[in-house]
């Protein structure tokens, strides 16, 4: 796993939209400030007076705030009502793009460049603003192709494929990340648990998601003080002021203790809200409430749930592959178990898409394809979801002919994940 301070670093850029306008904005105010006086240093004559740039500026700069504030509001309404038939979950990892960061930032640097240029163009006596007109053109260019382009991805990019498509990515690269040893035959060997007399450690700020651990750095710490440490909080959970967060056992437990305590509350990271990229089942949480979103009397639409399991049956295919564990003997740390992520991914998508042929049919394609690849030892809970789900048709399609239907798991006549 990334280091610690990495991992938060890339949090807090996440969490902090306004970097990459902020960028923009230094940047249009220098050359605000730079280009008149290159122009005066330089002295080429355009035929436009001072006084008609600085009108040009100004009605550039007074129109490009009114569309920023147009455009932006637009955005907001469309991924507004996009997350209606999605998931609000999902709108924050939308909200992430950097495409609409770096729009909203030419929009903001060619209000600041007109602004800044037209408080330092010129005396009268000069007409000399060849650099400073050119530079505001190609900034008024470069706003209305970001326009463009942000208006095509706002309405492309919330259409249910796209954002199926980008959380399984999401959640692949984070199965990756997270779980990169191959499956060896045994996820969580039966440690002894710690003594009851195991030092506590206690979370004392205010109330946050346990993104991940520097099991790397805890390690360390652990053996540096001869001490085995247990995360109280599986990574995802949440945890509150006052809250245990760490047990400590061992004989190094008492010496150099706060050198101790410190390493390993370093070595936690912590966030507002979950992550895929630290929590690859919170990419199965986000697939799945969609899934099951769609699959609600109020909306009824079973091919959106087969598009989510599209996703969900590449991410188990992948994570069929790996150790599903982070630490060892002498760092414990809670997961989710291969039994724990395939009922996350499946057993609510079961429940709520057993009256839908298109949905249990996929269901069934899925099972066979994830037992086809999957370890022996983890066919067990593949077979378990494969005679709930019989069970479940059983009750939902009392007709054989119609129950004979689900068993069909090609991708003609009723459609699977193509419709």
């Keep these: 796993m990334r280091k610690a301070d990495d991992i938060r670093f890339r949090l807090w850029i996440a969490r902090t939209s306004a ?6 904005l230094v940047v249009a105010l220098v050359l605000g ?18 006084d008609a740039a600085r009108a040009m500026l100004t009605a550039t700069g007074s ?9 932006f509001s637009l955005s907001l309404l469309i991924v507004q009502f996009g997350s209606q038939a999605l998931s609000p979950r999902v709108v924050p990892e939308l909200r992430r793009d950097r495409f ?14 007109c602004l800044g240029a037209t408080l330092d163009i010129g005396d009268g006596s ?48 984070a199965i990756g990340a997270v779980y990169p040893e191959p499956y060896a035959g045994d996820d969580a060997p039966a440690y002894p648990p710690l003594p009851d007399d195991a030092v506590v450690l206690f979370h004392h700020h205010d109330p946050a998601v346990v993104a991940t651990v520097d099991v790397a750095a805890v ?48 070595a936690i990271v912590f966030a507002p809200a979950r992550t895929i990229e630290q ?32 996703e969900v049956e590449d991410m188990l295919q992948l994570l069929a592959g790996r150790a599903v564990t982070h630490g060892d003997a002498r760092v414990r740390i809670r997961t989710a178990t291969w039994d724990d992520l395939v009922d996350l991914a499946l057993t609510e998508i079961v429940q709520f898409g057993s009256h839908s042929v298109q949905v249990t049919r996929r ?39 119609l129950r004979a239907i689900t068993q069909v798991p090609d991708r003609m006549g009723l459609g699977l994940s193509g419709d």
């Excluded at 970097?19 to 923009?24: K, N, Q």
């Excluded at 979103?293 to 598009?307: E, G, M, R, Y």
């Design 219 to 266: 390690r360390a710490a652990g053996a540096r003080h001869d001490v085995t440490v247990a995360l109280v909080p599986a990574i995802g959970e949440r945890v509150g002021h006052g809250d245990p967060l760490l047990r400590i056992a061992g004989d190094g437990t008492r010496a150099d203790a706060a050198d101790l305590h410190h390493a390993l509350r370093r």
């Design 63 to 71: 129109g490009m705030i009114a569309f920023t504030g147009f455009v």
């Design 279 to 310: 929590d690859p089942a919170y990419g199965f949480r986000l697939i799945v409430d969609i899934a099951i979103k769609a699959l609600s009397p109020a909306i009824n639409d079973p091919t959106t749930a087969t598009q989510a399991l599209d």
């Design 19 to 24: 970097i990459t306008p902020l960028i923009w």
């Design 33 to 50: 400030v730079v280009s008149p006086r290159l122009d005066r240093a330089l002295d080429i004559h355009t035929g436009i007076s001072p």
């Design 100 to 113: 609409a960061g770096h729009a909203l930032g030419a929009f903001v640097a060619t209000f600041v460049f």
């Design 126 to 173: 000069s007409g000399a603003t060849l650099i400073t007109i050119s530079i505001a053109f190609l900034l008024l260019i470069t706003s209305v192709l970001f326009f463009l382009g942000l208006i095509q991805r706002v309405t492309t990019g919330l259409q249910i494929p796209v954002v199926l498509g980008r959380l399984g990515r999401m959640g692949c690269a």
């Design 363 to 401: 269901l069934r394609a899925l099972l066979d394809t994830v037992a086809a690849t999957a370890p022996p030892e983890r066919q067990a809970a593949l077979t378990t979801h494969r005679e709930g789900l019989d069970k479940t048709v059983a009750g939902a399609f009392p007709d054989p002919s």
